[in-house]
Every structure is written in C-alpha cells, then in structure tokens.
C-alpha cells in the first residue's frame, strides 16, 4: 500500500512536471488525478502539487518590487493554499486508516507515533522542492563557483535528510502494518481561515453591524 520511494519519485515528478510549464499552464488539481492507477498515488500527487503552488506564490511575497496590494492579494492565496495543502495531507492520513481498518490492521494498544504518515509525506514534498531549486542554483551559468559549491554542499544535506526520512516513513508503515506502532489523524484545525474563529474577521464585521 505505502512504498516511500514510490512517493518520494511520484513528488520529483510533479516537480519536474510544475516547473517544465509555465505557471499558468501546471497542472491542476483535476490535471494530476489521470496521470496514476489507484487512489493512493494519485491523493500523494495532489498534494505534492499543492505544496509547488505554495512554494511559488511565497517567493512571489518576497519580491523586492511588490507592492503594498500586491503583498495583501498574495498573503490570501497563501493561506488558500496552505489550507489546501493541510487539507490534503490530512486526507492522506484518513485514506491509509480507512485501508487499515478493511484489513482489521488497526491495533488500539500499539504504541502511539506522535507523527503520523500525512505529516512526513509532506515533509518529503517540502524536501523534494528543496532538492530541485537547490540542483537549479548549482546550474546557474551567472552565478560564482563558490555559489555552485556551496549548493553541492546544501543539495547533499538535502538528498541524506531525505534519505532519512523516507526511512523512517517506511519503518513506521512496516511497524503498523505489524501492530507494534499506531498513529492518528491530527487535525491541524487552522483557525486564520474561518471567519468564525478569526476574531480580525468577525470583529470587523461585528463592528460594521453596530450601530
């Protein structure tokens, strides 16, 4: 059901097919879906691709020439985004509990993992994003050699944590499959999104009903 190196080459990917189109023409949610067999591939894919998106509106924050509206249209699409990008990662978590609960694999008295496999896959998209902007800036014809050796240095780190945590995403699934370690879905519950729990959202609007 889970093979980490099968998520770690379905993230590079999309990666590599987010950046080979331009921005307006990556692939969408809907778009990704077709490209896999199964379910599970296809949900991993979703949400690495919503990470890409996220990756790149946040450089669009930082743009030294942004203005002041520019700035406000960008910070609601990331947290659009990031809301997405929760979203999905939970939505991993629920699919591999629903495919353990058909196989009767859950086992209430394992040992409890305080991080659960959603949390890490995303921690693997982030990881994947790293490794190929870092590989870019190793490439760079205008840059110095010292900037291409400190990015060999970086795109090592990056490939060995990788390394390691696909490790430990593949030991965790062999340890529930085996009914020695459990996890749970945690909620993330962001509240900046709901206009019901951001007091800067209903405050505003409180004070506009009074009289």
Not at 109 to 115: D, G, N, T
Not at 151 to 164: H, K, P, S, V
Request: glycine letters at 4%.
């Amino acid at each position: 059901m889970l093979s980490a190196n099968q998520i770690v080459m379905v993230q590079d990917r999309e990666t590599l097919a987010w950046h080979q189109t331009t921005v307006d023409a990556a692939p969408t949610m809907e778009q990704v879906e077709p490209g896999y067999e199964g379910d599970w591939l296809a949900a991993v894919a979703r949400q690495h691709v919503a990470n890409c998106e996220l990756w790149h509106i946040e450089d669009e924050a930082r743009r030294p020439g942004a203005t002041d509206a520019e700035l406000a249209d960008v910070k609601r699409r990331i947290d659009r985004t990031n809301q997405r990008r929760n979203d999905l990662a939970e939505a991993l978590d629920r699919f591999l509990l629903e495919w353990l609960q058909t196989k009767n694999l859950l086992v209430a008295h394992a040992p409890l993992h305080s991080e659960s496999p959603g949390l890490i896959i995303d921690r693997l998209s982030i990881l994947s994003l790293k490794i190929y902007h870092t590989r870019e800036e190793t490439e760079r014809g205008d840059a110095s050699p010292g900037h291409r050796e400190r990015n060999l240095e970086r795109l090592a780190i990056l490939a060995e944590q990788r390394a390691d945590l696909a490790g430990c995403l593949h030991v965790l699934w062999q340890q529930t499959i085996d009914g020695t370690r459990r996890f749970k879905l945690y909620r993330q519950l962001k509240m900046y999104n709901d206009p019901l729990l951001n007091p800067a959202i209903y405050g505003e609007r409180l004070g506009k009903a009074s009289p």
